[in-house]
């Protein structure tokens, strides 16, 4: 079964803190993992995506095969960060993504 | 349109009425996907289109929960007599196809509360 999990609901950090995100999963093949990022009163989109090894507004995620993570790092947070971010995973020939709780990230200034 | 876009945006309704929940696709997009999101829950998957093939409804939660996509665009789900717990928002997204590498884009979402 695939599954993902995010194991902080909320998440407060100071501006300029370093920010880690957890995202844990659970699925047996090769996945493909992502982050969604959804702001106040904006839709869902999509931040990254772990076959892209990209950086996106400062934020990089590792697929860590051993671990089974895909942690959501950025070394230092700005206000604008604030969010509601959801890791999501996408099993091996499959078309649905399966997501996980959700952290609400809130960036004190 | 530039984007997926849903209708209504929010909807009050009464328990046990029906309710339909409209979204148009990312023109040339021929995978759609329905989520629903509540609170402390997540996002969870409904149902998924791809073309002419049969739909994956594995997470449709009850059999008051359907959905068509007509001429491989519009897509309409229907909750037949709703609950309370049916109160979420109900999101759909599209992409080009349901292949890995494809982005996958979301409507703002249909606010449903039962009352």
């Known amino acids: 079964a695939q599954r993902v999990t995010q194991p902080e609901k909320l998440l407060s950090v100071f501006k300029g803190a370093p920010v880690e995100l957890k995202c844990n999963y659970s699925?047996?093949?090769?996945?493909?993992l992502f982050w969604y990022v959804q702001y106040s009163r904006q839709r869902l989109q999509l931040l990254l995506r772990?076959?892209s090894r990209e950086s996106i507004k400062g934020f990089t995620a590792d697929l860590n095969k051993g671990e089974t993570s895909f942690h959501l790092k950025k070394p230092f947070a700005q206000e604008e960060d604030s969010a509601m971010y959801y890791c999501?995973?996408?099993?091996?020939?499959?078309?649905?993504?399966?997501f996980g709780q959700g952290t609400r990230l809130t960036i004190n200034p | 349109g530039a984007g997926v876009s849903q209708s209504p945006s929010n909807k009050v309704t009464e328990k046990g009425k029906d309710v339909e929940l409209r979204c148009d696709p990312i023109?040339?997009?021929?995978?759609l996907y329905w989520y629903r999101q509540s609170l402390g829950q997540g996002l969870e998957f409904l149902i998924y289109?791809?073309?002419?093939?049969?739909?994956?409804k594995s997470g449709l939660p009850s059999d008051r929960f359907s959905a068509e996509r007509t001429g491989g665009s519009v897509s309409t789900l229907t909750i037949q007599r709703t609950q309370q717990e049916d109160s979420a928002v109900y999101l759909c997204?599209?992409?080009?196809?349901?292949?890995?590498?494809?982005?996958?884009?979301f409507g703002e979402g249909s606010w449903l509360t039962v009352v």
């Open positions: 997204a599209s992409s080009r196809t349901g292949s890995g590498g494809n982005t996958i884009y």
């Open positions: 023109s040339g997009h021929t995978a």
């Open positions: 289109f791809q073309g002419n093939s049969a739909p994956d």
């Open positions: 772990h076959i």
């Open positions: 699925y047996s093949g090769s996945p493909e």
């Open positions: 999501a995973l996408k099993g091996q020939g499959a078309q649905k993504l399966v």
